[in-house]
């Protein structure tokens, strides 16, 4: 059973970067699939930040390009974000879901991480 | 950017149909997918490629989608499937996913 775990600072300061980790088990990052971030801030809709493919490939939200970063570390079968220069905006829960290829559906999703942006 | 219309709320009595609509310019040349998220709990996808259903999802869920709408319809609806669903696509012009705004569902 395939299973996704998020973590990371609950509080961010503005202007800071945000970084959060989803430790993957039950499958191995590198043998294919796409892997995806997905954010929700308190009380509003899904918005989809950015999807890392097995190889490495990325693609971002046309909105948060240039801000974040999505990375896959094959030894810690894990995938990380960066969000940099956040605001009160990017307060949010921050969901990371496998993506399926090539229906680009979300068949399994994590917990959740919240992550504030304080001072 | 591709934009997915979805009403904010509905509501419906137990045992009946609820249909929730999705709006998308000539959507029918995409693959929609589902999404339910009870309060607290992360999304389940419930439908993919339009009409499939997940392993677990009950056939009371189905999906279709043409011209501009795409629609999950949820049959002899329970109160367990009291919750916030939302479709899913992939621009290809853009490389990008997109989700609609969401529509809460509550049963009577």
């Known amino acids: 059973q395939v299973q996704l775990q998020e973590s990371g600072p609950g509080l961010v300061k503005p202007s800071e970067t945000l970084s959060l980790t989803c430790a993957v088990s039950?499958?191995?990052?590198?043998?294919?699939?796409?892997w995806g971030w997905i954010r929700q801030p308190p009380g509003k809709g899904l918005e989809w930040i950015g999807s890392i493919y097995h190889t490495g490939t990325t693609d971002y939200s046309p909105s948060l390009r240039g801000r974040a970063l999505l990375s896959l570390d094959t030894s810690k079968n894990q995938i990380s974000l960066r969000l940099t220069s956040v605001t009160a905006s990017d307060t949010a829960l921050y969901y990371c879901?496998?993506?399926?290829?090539?229906?680009?559906?979300?068949?399994?999703w994590g917990q959740g991480s919240l992550v504030t942006v304080s001072s | 950017s591709y934009v997915l219309t979805q009403p904010p709320s509905m509501s419906v009595a137990p045992g009946k149909t609820a249909r929730i609509t999705c709006g998308g310019n000539n959507i029918e040349s995409k693959s929609v997918h589902w999404y339910q998220q009870r309060p607290g709990q992360a999304p389940v996808l419930v439908i993919y490629y339009d009409r499939d259903r997940p392993s677990g999802i009950p056939e009371r869920f189905s999906g279709s989608n043409s011209g501009n709408t795409a629609t999950l319809t949820i049959s002899r609806v329970e109160a367990g499937d009291e919750a916030d669903y939302y479709c899913?696509?992939?621009?290809?012009?853009?490389?990008?996913?997109?989700f609609g705004g969401g529509t809460k569902m509550t049963v009577l």
């Open positions: 879901a496998r993506q399926r290829v090539p229906s680009r559906d979300f068949d399994y």
């Open positions: 899913q696509v992939w621009h290809s012009d853009s490389d990008s996913v997109v």
């Open positions: 039950g499958y191995s990052v590198s043998s294919g699939y796409s």
